[in-house]
């Protein structure tokens, strides 16, 4: 019989989530593209990498995240699993360059971070959330 030690469950979950994470860099986001010049500006679907966003800490270990910009300012922030779902929306009424948000009870794993800019730029990174 296999016995399953606390410290065994916790050593394979970090490799589990590891592995799901080197394998998502190495795919990339498929419904990500990058804007180029002549195209039409569609905030929905377009990446912006002329903004600057800082995501801190990640790996986030904690209950807040900080997302901040140095040179744009944020309106709306959407945070999805790596299923799509998302798990958080929050629209800032006056925009701010950093926003604090509280990530109680959200499950560890990898999820990606959408920001949009007062300016409709669509920026996205991807967060690890590793409470344990």
Do not use: W
């Not at 990498?49 to 209950?63: A, I």
């Not at 309106?75 to 948000?101: A, D, F, H, Y």
């Amino acid at each position: 019989m296999c016995l399953l030690t606390l410290q065994n469950y916790n050593a394979m979950k970090q490799i589990l989530l590891l592995i799901i994470f080197t394998l998502t860099t190495l795919a990339g986001f498929s419904q990500l593209r990058e804007t180029r010049p002549g195209q039409q500006n569609n905030a929905s679907r377009e990446i912006h990498q002329s903004v600057d966003l800082k995501v801190y800490p990640n790996p986030c270990t904690g209950q807040k995240l900080t997302i901040e910009t140095g040179n744009e300012e944020l309106t709306e922030i959407r945070i999805s699993n790596i299923t799509g779902k998302v798990i958080l929306l929050k629209r800032v009424i006056v925009p701010l360059n950093k926003i604090e948000i509280s990530l109680d009870n959200t499950p560890n794993g990898i999820y990606l971070i959408q920001a949009k800019t007062s300016s409709n730029k669509l920026v996205a990174k991807k967060l690890i959330v590793s409470a344990n």
